[in-house]
């Protein structure tokens, strides 16, 4: 079975600096997809970021950004220019095909400012 | 474009009674997923849809859990029964799989509290 593992469940980060939350997955597949998703104290659950294994660059939006080590099966992200509104929780994700997510148990994002 | 919707949005109720809960999803979206999230925890899968066609359900979907999307459009969920254990934020989620970019968008979810 697949499992995506996050070991810090809390995180801090002062305004404007970067910040780097760790996920690691089990996988026998070869080809899957990766996600970060935030769910802010509202609850709704959004997407911020997608990687697809086969890919080797490293996805980028905006202020986020991956490190995609396929071979060690890590997908860390990094949040550059924390700001106040990045506060929330982050779930890593994985996913193969078109079918369920399967979700790490999160790391909570606090930002100082 | 709305987004995903999901009603109602809290609900208490007592043990042993039954509970449903609706999900709107985006319109062109035929996939449609359930998902459970306990406090503390990421969500975790249910239940899935294309179309009309439930097409995986979760050992975690005991018989007192039933989903239904009866014409590929809106789904509910039903639990009946409940339990104490019951109690978590049910969410729902839709995508799409024209293209290749299917990304699941979710709901805001339906917190349940079982007293």
């Known amino acids: 079975a697949q499992t995506v593992t996050q070991s810090q469940p809390e995180m801090s980060v002062q305004e404007a600096e970067t910040v780097t939350l760790s996920c690691t997955y089990d996988?026998?597949?070869?080809?899957?997809?990766l996600f970060w998703y935030k769910q802010p104290p509202s609850r709704q659950m959004i997407l911020v970021i997608r990687?697809?294994?086969?890919?080797?660059q490293n996805a980028t939006e905006n202020r986020f950004s991956v490190n995609f080590q396929k071979a060690a099966k890590s997908f860390s992200l990094k949040i550059s220019d924390s700001q106040l509104g990045d506060a929330a929780m982050y779930f890593c994700?994985?996913?193969?095909?078109?079918?369920?997510?399967?979700f790490g148990t999160g790391t909570r994002l606090t930002i100082i400012p | 474009d709305t987004g995903v919707s999901q009603n109602p949005r809290h609900k208490i109720t007592k043990r042993g009674q039954n509970v449903t809960f609706r999900c709107d999803p985006i319109?062109?979206?035929?996939?449609l997923y359930w998902y459970r999230q306990t406090l503390g925890q990421g969500p975790e899968f249910l239940t899935y849809?294309?179309?009309?066609?439930?097409?995986?359900k979760s050992r975690l979907l005991s018989d007192r859990f039933s989903a239904e999307r009866p014409k590929g459009s809106f789904s509910t969920l039903e639990i009946q029964r409940t339990e104490q254990g019951d109690s978590a934020m049910y969410l729902c989620?839709?995508?799409?799989?024209?293209?290749?970019?299917?990304?699941?968008?979710f709901g805001p979810g339906t917190r349940l509290l079982v007293l």
């Open positions: 994700a994985y996913r193969t095909g078109n079918e369920k997510l399967t």
């Open positions: 990687q697809e294994a086969y890919k080797q």
């Open positions: 996988t026998s597949e070869s080809d899957y997809y």
């Open positions: 849809f294309q179309n009309e066609a439930q097409l995986e």
């Open positions: 319109s062109e979206h035929n996939r």
């Open positions: 989620a839709s995508s799409s799989t024209q293209g290749y970019q299917e990304t699941q968008y």
